[in-house]
């Protein structure tokens, strides 16, 4: 089975639209980081926003928040009042166990296009 | 503060030659990955460094990749000989643990053409 399943592989959205892009997740162990990564054309990988297994609320790191449902084990990402600079693939990444297991798995990605 | 230095950017060799990769972390960063990603997937690990030492190399194809990161600091990862295979974009990425986030950090990449 996927450890990450992004199941969008494309999205276009309007400008100043907000976006959500999904992304489930699957493991036993109750210790886990969730990681969101945005890659555009140039090739870096530019962290966004974290989220840990016994976090009691969802990250937000300025216009990106993560919505975390654990029972369901999704862990979307919502960007607010989306601009032409967001295009690009976005990834998300699983951490799993505690410290010491600091190996991530990826998803395939999501290619987000906004539209002006 | 310097982000993840990788070079070069882009290489192009013919198969069977061998190629290098550089990588110099975030200074102060004791956690080196070496990961490679493939046209249209994520990226996936090569290899982990605590400080000097190799913690997990086991997706490390040893019969023709190496890598070494003397003085826990720069690394180099090498490919001898290259095969068509090989082509693709390897990452390095550096990371500190800072209270309860281990937060990765990646460089630019190398784009790897093999022909």
């Known amino acids: 089975a996927q450890k990450i399943t992004q199941t969008q592989p494309g999205m276009f959205v309007q400008e100043k639209e907000a976006v959500t892009l999904d992304c489930t997740y699957d493991t036993s162990d109750p210790s886990y980081g969730l990681f969101w990564y945005k890659q555009p054309s140039s090739g870096e990988m530019i962290f966004l926003i974290y989220?840990?297994?016994?976090?009691?609320q969802n990250a937000t790191e300025g216009r990106y928040s993560l919505n975390f449902q654990k029972a369901r084990k999704s862990a979307n990402l919502v960007i607010s009042a989306s601009q032409l600079g967001d295009s690009a693939m976005y990834f998300c990444a699983m951490r799993e166990g505690g410290f010491g297991n600091e190996k991530l798995t990826f998803g395939t990605g999501t290619r987000l296009t906004i539209i002006p | 503060e310097a982000g993840v230095v990788q070079s070069p950017r882009y290489k192009i060799i013919e198969k069977k030659q061998p190629v290098a990769f550089w990588c110099n972390p975030i200074?102060?960063?004791?956690?080196l990955y070496w990961y490679l990603q493939n046209l249209g997937q994520g990226p996936e690990l090569l290899i982990r460094?605590?400080?000097?030492?190799?913690?997990?190399d086991s997706q490390l194809p040893k019969d023709r990749f190496s890598a070494e990161r003397l003085k826990g600091v720069d690394s180099t990862l090498k490919i001898q000989p290259a095969e068509l295979g090989d082509s693709a974009v390897y990452l390095c990425a550096s990371s500190l643990r800072q209270g309860l986030t281990d937060t990765q950090y990646f460089g630019p990449g190398t784009r790897l053409t093999v022909l």
């Open positions: 989220q840990g297994s016994y976090d009691q």
């Open positions: 200074s102060g960063h004791n956690t």
């Open positions: 460094y605590e400080n000097e030492e190799a913690v997990d």
